[in-house]
Nanobody, 122 residues
């Protein structure tokens, strides 16, 4: 099986910065994409940023220019550097990885972490 664990959330003032981490472990065979989602109270979960196997990145328009997604492929770890944070960035941030894992045979992997809370408030 595969596990992902997020870390780095917390309370930060508007305009501040925070760096989230996501560590994946287990019988990972290959990773097609690593993704950050977030869900604010009363809202649906939304895609924040994606980094693909080839290193390509995509961002939600609301975070473009403020957030940067990166990874350490050797460690199966992903990061989200968040700057110029705003109160409406407050949400639980979730790590998601997609690809293949080994379970006797190769199986499709679509694994989620439990999330880390980011609160932007003065």
């Amino acid at each position: 099986q595969v596990q992902v664990v997020e870390s780095g959330g917390g309370l930060v003032q508007p305009g501040g910065s925070l760096r989230l981490s996501c560590a994946a472990s287990g019988s990972i065979f290959s990773i097609n994409s690593m993704n950050w989602y977030r869900q604010a109270p009363g809202n649906q979960r939304e895609l924040v940023a994606t980094i693909t196997y080839g290193g390509g990145t995509n961002y939600a328009g609301s975070v473009e220019g403020r957030f940067t997604i990166s990874r350490d492929s050797a460690k199966n770890t992903m990061y989200l550097q968040m700057t110029s944070l705003k109160p409406n960035d407050t949400a639980v941030y979730y790590c998601n990885i997609r690809g293949l894992y080994r379970d006797g045979i190769l199986r499709s992997m679509d694994t989620w972490g439990k999330g880390t809370l980011v609160t932007v408030s003065s």
